[in-house]
Structure formats: C-alpha cells, structure tokens
C-alpha cells in the first residue's frame, strides 16, 4: 500500500492585497519513496505550495498533514517539519547566509543547538558527498552559480531530510552543472529521500521522473506516471504547457496500440540506463 509523507487537503491561500488566491481549494498527495515532478505555469501556484510545505505559510483554510498528522504551527514542531522537509529555493542567493561554504553547511546544525563534534561530523560528511571539500573555505559569493546550486542542497541535506523540495533547480544551469545535478538527485534518492521538482523542463520531467502533478490556478488538473499525464496531451496544450520533445517526436501519429509498444520499448532503455549510470 502506498504511503504519503506530505498531504495537501481543499488547501486555500491568499497573499496579502491579493485579488486572487494562488491556491484554490488544492488536494495534492506526495507519494513516499517517489522521485516527483511538479509542473505548470508560472502563477499555478507552485512555489506557495512548497512554502506551505516547510511550514514557512500556513493556510488561510485547509489541512496540510505529515504522515498522516495536520501540522501544528508552534515553533518547536515547525522546527522539526523544517528538518523533515527540505527545501531548495530557485535562486540560492535567497539560502546562503554565511561567509564561507563550511559555515553555510553548518548554520542550520548550530540552530538546531546539536553538539559540537557531531555538527563538525556532519559538515565534513556533507563536504564530501557533495564534492564540495575543495571549496570548504571559499566565500560563498566567489561561487559559480552551479556551484551556489550544490551548497544550497548540502544545506538541506545535511539536515537528513525525509523529503527534499526543489524549486526550478536547474535554472539557469548549463547542461554540464545540469547534468552533474541530476546525478545528485540520483544519489539522494538512491539513499532513501523522497524528491519534489518543480520545473519548466518537459524533457527531464518524462526521463526523470516516477510521478508527475500538473498544476494550473492553485489546483491539482492531474497526476500520473509520465507516459499516462503526457498522453493528455489535449489537456496539456490547453494548459499551455505541451508535452515533451521526445515524446512528440515518438508518439506522434501512432495508434493506442503501437504507443504502447513505443512505451515498453523506452521503459527498457530508461532501466538499462539507470543500472548502468
């Protein structure tokens, strides 16, 4: 049976002055263990539900639960929410608060009030498993962005989170620090942390992901496995989101029989690439 880290029910939010409500009565589930994908246009409503997530907005009405529990808003359990829901912003200018890359990594283990030797341990481990030792005493502002990127996600994970949020992560990246990203989501998820990305990104979305949510005006239009949300593709294009280059240049023009076909024979290759990536 499946299980659901983070609940989303008849979620409403309105930021103040607002006309409108950037979430609308929002009932979105996030599946344990899944690496997912969240997509939509810009004001769908993405980012204000990542921010409900970690607790940063409470809403206006609705529930927001953790397995299974509404969260509760005083400080002690948002402190720990925030250790279980890792969030990764779009700009990491908005994340990186210390001078240099180890003190970064380390700030949010000094809030949390942990011993000495065990926030040196994990700052060292976080360095390490993010390629990052090099740079330990580099200011932060002499980063490459791609680089400000892989801070900012040591950042949270050396927190330990259950679910990691991930708002347009490869953003302005080149298809180098993309790649290299997408190899850290890898690992991370290869070790037991359940993902959530938002991004603009199609492509990615139909080869990366095991679930994908659409989002249009603060609802949730539809959900699915890849192959079954992008044969909506009516749908899609009514949204004004398309479906993925790939998936057009495979499945256009062909029958529900031979899409099928095309569909087995892409799985296979997706797992032949990843058992050997």
């Not at 030797?117 to 990052?132: G, T, W």
């Not at 949270?156 to 850290?184: C, F, G, Q, S, W």
């Not at 990366?208 to 699915?224: H, S």
Request: charged share 25%.
């Amino acid at each position: 049976m499946q299980e659901y880290l983070l609940e989303f029910e008849q979620v409403y939010y309105t930021y103040p002055g607002a006309q409108e409500s950037a979430l609308n009565g929002l009932t979105l589930k996030i599946p344990s263990g899944k690496r997912c994908a969240l997509i939509g246009q810009n004001g769908c409503g993405k980012t204000t539900l990542f921010l409900l997530a970690n607790g940063l907005y409470k809403p206006d009405s609705g529930i927001v639960r953790w397995r299974s529990e509404p969260l509760s808003y005083n400080r002690n359990d948002l402190s720990n929410l925030r250790q279980k829901v890792g969030l990764v912003f779009q700009d990491p200018e908005q994340q990186l608060v210390a001078s240099t890359v180890e003190e970064d990594i380390s700030y949010g283990l000094c809030n949390l009030g942990l011993p000495e030797p065990e926030i040196k341990d994990r700052v060292e481990q976080a360095l390490v498993e993010f390629e990052l030792t090099a740079l330990a005493e580099r200011p932060v502002h002499h980063l490459s962005l791609g680089q400000k990127k892989r801070v900012s996600i040591a950042d949270v994970m050396v927190l330990h989170p259950e679910l990691l949020v991930l708002d347009e992560p490869t953003a302005y990246l080149d298809v180098k620090h993309t790649r290299n990203l997408i190899a850290t989501l890898k690992r991370i998820h290869r070790d037991g942390t359940t993902l959530l990305m938002a991004t603009h990104d199609l492509d990615l979305v139909y080869r990366w992901a095991d679930w994908v949510f659409v989002m249009d005006k603060g609802q949730l239009m539809l959900e699915g496995k890849p192959q079954d949300v992008f044969s909506q593709r009516t749908l899609l294009e009514e949204l004004e989101l398309g479906v993925p280059l790939i998936y057009e240049m495979l499945f256009d023009g062909l029958s529900a029989e031979e899409g099928v076909i095309i569909e087995r024979v892409r799985q296979r290759i997706l797992q032949l690439f990843r058992n050997f990536s």
